[in-house]
C-alpha cells in the first residue's frame, strides 16, 4: 500500500483514537478496562456493516450498468469489509468474556454478524473460483443483491429466537447514554476507523485495477 | 405468464424423467437422510434429552442436507452435452429454465421428505397426531424456500472450478431463516401447542419464500453465459 | 419485411472478447434467403464464437447481429426462426432420442410434438431407435438425433457448428440432402466446417476466418485458396 496524504492520515487518525481511548477515556464504572474494546468493537461493526451495505449497492448497480468499476468497487469492499467483520468477531468474545463470563453469546447482534463473515467469506470465495471477468462480475453481483436481501431475514430469525428464549443477560453490552467524555472518544473512533476504511478501499480498488491491466498486457 | 408457467412445466416434466428414469440422486439423498437420522440418535444421551426435544432440530438439518444433494445434479445433466444451449436458444424465457429447474427440485426434496419425515418419527418414536397436516405444511413452506435459494446456488456452482465444494457455503447461511423458523415452529407442533403460537415463524417463511422465489427467478437470466 | 432489404442474417462490426482475448474481431455479414454460407478455418479462428453470437448465445463487446432486423437473442418469433446444431450434441443421455426431440418440439410449441419428433427422426434416418435411450447410441446417431432436434420445428435460418462431425456417408448424405431442401426451400444457412469438401457441398458463398476476421469471402467456384492462411492451406489441401 503506497503511503498517501489518506493513508497516511487515517494511521494517524487511528493512533490518534487508540491513545484517546487507553489513555485519555476514564474506565467505566461497572466493566472496568474491559469496556474499552467497545470502542474498537463498535467502530469495527459500523465500518463492516458500511461496507456490506456498499457491496450490496455496487452489485446492483453492476447489474444494471454493466460497469467493470462497480465490480471493483464491491471486491475491494468484501475484502476489506471481511477484516473489519474478523475484528468485530474477535473484540466481542473478548469484551464478552469478563462481562458475560463466557467468551460466546447468541446474541442477535454477534450472531449476525458471524453470519454475515460467513456470507462475506463464501462470496470471496466465488470470486477466486471463476477466471472470466464478465461472469465473476454477474455471478459475485447475484450473490452480493441476494445477501443484502437476507440480512433481514436473518436478523429477524435470530432476534425472534432470543425473544422466545430468553437467556440471562448480566450486563447489556450496549450504552445508551455514554457519558460526553466517552461519547468524543467514540465518535473519533468511528471517524479514524472509517477513514481508515476508505483508504483501504482504494488501495484495494488500485489493485484491482492494476491486476486487471497486467492481465490484458500480458495478452496483447 | 401461462407461456412462463407452460415451459417451466415442459422442464420440469423432463427434468423429472431423467431423475425417475436414472433415480441415483434420489435414492443417495433417501440414504443420506436414513442414515444422518440413526446416527444423530446416537449422537445425544437418550436418558438426558427426550428424543422428541432432538427431533425437531433433527429433521430440519437432514432435511437441508439431503436436498442439497439433489440439487446438484439438476444443471449438471444441463452442462454433459450443452443441452442449456438448446434451452437458452429456444423461443422460451430464460426465467422459464429457472422455475421449470425449481419445480423438478422441489419435487425431488417432498419426496425425499415423505420418506425423511416418517422415518423420524418411527426412530424417534414420536407420534405426530393432529400436528401431522401443519408439520407437513411446515415442509412444505421450508422446501420452497431451500429449493429457490439451492436451484439458483446449483446454477452458478456448476459453471465455477469449485463445482459442487461451493453449493453448501454459498446455500447454507441462507438456509438459516428456513431451518431456524421451520425448527421452531415443529418443535412447538410437537410439544402439543395450538397451530396460532407457530404463526410469527410461519408468517417469516412464506416472507422468506415469497422474496426469494421472486429475487433468484429475476436473478437467473444472469447466470447464463453471456 | 422490407426495412430489413431481404437481408436475413446480418452482422455489423461484430466484436467479441473473452478477457483480452478477442475471439472474433469485426465480423460483417449478410445473408439473403436461400443462401448458404460455409466457414472455413483453423482451430480457434473464432468460427464457434461467430456462430453462438448469430445464435444469441453470446452476447458481443461491440457491433451488432440481426436475424430478420431484430437484434440477436430478439424475442420468441426471431428464435422460432433458428435452428442451431452445435459441435456439442445438446441432447440428454438418459432420455430416449424420441424423447429428446419431442421436447425440442414442445419448447418451440410445434403442433403435435410426437408425431414431428418421429418425422424428423425418420428423415434422419433413425426412426428405428427413437426409443434408445442417447447413451446407447453411437457418435454418428447421436449426430443424427441432434440434427433431428435442430430441425424438428422447421427453422428457416439454419446455424450449423461443424454439422458433419461423427455421421458416416449415409448420415451426410441426408443432412446435405435436408440443407439443400431447406436452402432451395429459402431457408439461409451457415455451416462452420473445416471440412472443405463438406462445406462446399452445402454452400452458395464462402468464407475464410483466421484470427477473428473473415479473410476471404468468395461465391463457390471461385474460391482462391492463395488466399487462405498459410498454416490452413496446409491443412484443406488444394481447393
Known amino acids: 500500500m503506497k503511503a498517501t496524504p489518506l493513508s497516511i492520515s487515517a494511521a494517524a487518525a487511528v493512533a490518534i483514537a487508540l491513545v484517546r481511548v487507553i489513555f485519555f477515556t476514564p474506565y467505566e464504572m461497572r466493566q472496568g478496562a474491559a469496556q474499552k474494546i467497545f470502542y474498537i468493537h463498535a467502530s469495527s461493526a ?10 450490496g449497492l455496487a452489485s446492483a448497480l ?64 466465488l470470486r477466486g473460483a471463476i477466471d472470466d471477468r464478465a461472469m465473476r462480475a454477474r455471478y459475485s453481483a447475484v450473490l452480493g443483491i441476494l445477501a443484502a436481501l437476507l440480512i433481514p431475514f436473518v436478523h429477524l430469525s435470530v432476534y425472534l429466537f432470543r425473544t422466545l ?56 | 405468464m401461462t407461456e412462463l408457467v407452460h415451459d417451466a412445466w415442459v422442464i420440469a416434466v423432463k427434468d423429472l424423467t431423467i431423475e425417475f428414469r436414472t433415480r441415483s440422486a434420489f435414492l443417495s439423498a433417501v440414504v443420506f437422510a436414513l442414515l444422518a437420522i440413526v446416527i444423530f440418535y446416537f449422537a445425544w444421551d437418550p436418558t438426558a434429552v ?164 421472486v429475487a433468484c427467478t429475476l436473478a437467473y437470466p444472469f447466470t447464463l453465459e453471456e | 419485411m422490407n426495412h430489413t432489404n431481404g437481408v436475413v442474417v446480418e452482422a455489423n462490426s461484430l466484436v467479441r472478447r473473452f478477457g483480452p482475448h478477442r475471439a472474433v474481431d469485426g465480423v460483417d455479414l449478410s445473408l439473403h434467403p436461400g443462401e448458404s454460407l460455409a466457414v472455413f478455418g483453423p482451430n480457434g479462428a473464432g468460427k464457434t464464437t461467430l456462430l453462438r453470437l448469430l445464435a444469441g448465445l453470446l452476447k458481443p463487446t461491440s457491433g451488432f447481429a440481426r436475424i430478420d432486423g431484430v437484434t440477436v437473442p430478439g424475442g420468441a418469433l426471431v428464435r422460432r426462426r433458428i435452428g442451431i446444431i452445435s459441435h456439442h450434441t445438446l441432447l440428454y443421455d438418459a432420455l430416449t432420442a424420441r424423447e429428446n426431440v419431442e421436447f425440442a418440439a414442445r419448447l418451440y410449441r410445434v403442433d403435435d410434438p410426437r408425431s414431428s419428433a418421429l418425422s424428423a427422426l425418420e428423415r434422419m434416418g ?55 431442401e431447406l436452402r432451395e426451400s429459402g431457408a439461409t444457412l451457415i455451416v462452420v466446417t473445416h471440412n472443405l469438401e463438406e462445406g462446399l ?39
Open chain 3, 126 to 180: 433413425i426412426s428405428e431407435r427413437a426409443d434408445a435411450t442417447v447413451r446407447s447410441l453411437s457418435r454418428g446417431m447421436k449426430q443424427r438425433v441432434s440434427v433431428a432436434r435442430a430441425m424438428v420445428h422447421g427453422p428457416s435460418v439454419v446455424l450449423a457448428d461443424e454439422p458433419f462431425t461423427g455421421l458416416d456417408a449415409s448420415g451426410s448424405r441426408a443432412l446435405a440432402g435436408i440443407l439443400s
Open chain 1, 165 to 220: 428464549h430468553p437467556m440471562p443477560i448480566i450486563a447489556k453490552p450496549s450504552a445508551p447514554s455514554l457519558p460526553s467524555q466517552m461519547l468524543v472518544t467514540l465518535i473519533m473512533m468511528f471517524v479514524a476507523f472509517t477513514l481508515m476504511y476508505v483508504a483501504l478501499l482504494r488501495a484495494r480498488y488500485r489493485l484491482a485495477v492494476a491486476r486487471d491491466e497486467a492481465a490484458e498486457a500480458y495478452h496483447a
Open chain 2, 50 to 213: 427426550a428424543a422428541g426435544d432432538l427431533a425437531p432440530g433433527v429433521l430440519w438439518v437432514v432435511f437441508t442436507f439431503s436436498g442439497l444433494l439433489g440439487l446438484h445434479r439438476s444443471f449438471g445433466i444441463e452442462h454433459e452435452e450443452r443441452a442449456i444451449d438448446g434451452l437458452v436458444a429456444s423461443p422460451i424465457l430464460r426465467e422459464s429454465i429457472f422455475l421449470g429447474k425449481a419445480i423438478a427440485n422441489l419435487v425431488f426434496v417432498i419426496a425425499v421428505q415423505a420418506i425423511a419425515i416418517p422415518a423420524i418419527a418411527l426412530f424417534y418414536n414420536l407420534d405426530f397426531g393432529a400436528a401431522s397436516l401443519p408439520i407437513a405444511g411446515v415442509a412444505i413452506l421450508a422446501a420452497i424456500g431451500v429449493v429457490t435459494v439451492g436451484t439458483l446456488f446449483s446454477a452458478m456452482a456448476s459453471n465455477t472450478r469449485l463445482a459442487e465444494l461451493l453449493l453448501p457455503m454459498l446455500s447454507l447461511p441462507f438456509f438459516v431463516p428456513i431451518v431456524l423458523p421451520a425448527a421452531q415452529a415443529t418443535a412447538k407442533l410437537l410439544s402439543g401447542r395450538p397451530a396460532i403460537e407457530a404463526m410469527s415463524w410461519l408468517k417469516l417463511l412464506v416472507a422468506f419464500d415469497l422474496v426469494f422465489v
Open chain 1, 62 to 125: 453492476y447489474l444494471w450498468l454493466r460497469e467493470e468499476r462497480l465490480d471493483r468497487i464491491a471486491e475491494a469492499s468484501a475484502e476489506v469489509g471481511l477484516i473489519f467483520m474478523t475484528v468485530v468477531l474477535i473484540s466481542g468474545p473478548l469484551w464478552g468474556k469478563p462481562i458475560w463470563g463466557t467468551y460466546w453469546t447468541w446474541d442477535a447482534r454477534l450472531t449476525l454478524s458471524l453470519f454475515l463473515w460467513f456470507i462475506i467469506l463464501g462470496y470471496l470465495v
Open chain 1, 46 to 55: 459500523w465500518v463492516a456493516f458500511l461496507a456490506f451495505g456498499l457491496v
Open chain 3, 201 to 239: 457441398s452445402v454452400a452458395t458463398r464462402v468464407a475464410v476466418m483466421h484470427r477473428g476476421r473473415i479473410v476471404h469471402a468468395a461465391q463457390t467456384g471461385d474460391v482462391d485458396a492463395a488466399a487462405f492462411p498459410a498454416e490452413y492451406r496446409d491443412l484443406v489441401g488444394a481447393v
